[in-house]
């Protein structure tokens, strides 16, 4: 069965650093495009990055400058590196992978990792 798997969250002061980590395991064949998505209390999910194997990479405006996604492929990994926080990034972020198993392509999720960031 695949699994994800985040790590990472925490509480920050604003303006520090957090660095996500989302780990695929389970019997993967290919990971096309890898996710993070965030969801504040009372907002809806929202797409913060997102990464294809090739590397082609896609931020929501509202972290443009700030956050950073990278993978590697070969630990089936999606990292999301967060600098310059701000208390409006409070959510849990989770990570989905559009991936091939031994049933075929599907998507799949992480149970999420809470960020908070205090003022």
């Known amino acids: 069965q695949v699994q994800l798997v985040e790590s990472g969250g925490g509480l920050v002061q604003a303006g520090g650093s957090l660095r996500l980590s989302c780990v695929a395991s389970g019997r993967i064949l290919s990971i096309k495009t890898m996710y993070w998505y965030r969801q504040a209390p009372g907002k809806e999910r929202e797409l913060v990055a997102s990464i294809t194997s090739g590397g082609n990479i896609n931020y929501a405006d509202s972290v443009k400058g700030r956050f950073i996604i990278s993978r590697d492929n070969a630990k089936n990994t999606v990292y999301l590196q967060m600098n310059s926080l701000e208390p409006e990034d409070t959510a849990v972020y989770s990570c989905?992978?559009?991936?091939?198993?031994?049933?075929?392509?599907?998507?799949?999720w992480g149970q999420g990792t809470q960020v908070t960031v205090s003022s």
């Open positions: 989905r992978a559009y991936l091939q198993g031994v049933r075929g392509w599907a998507n799949y």
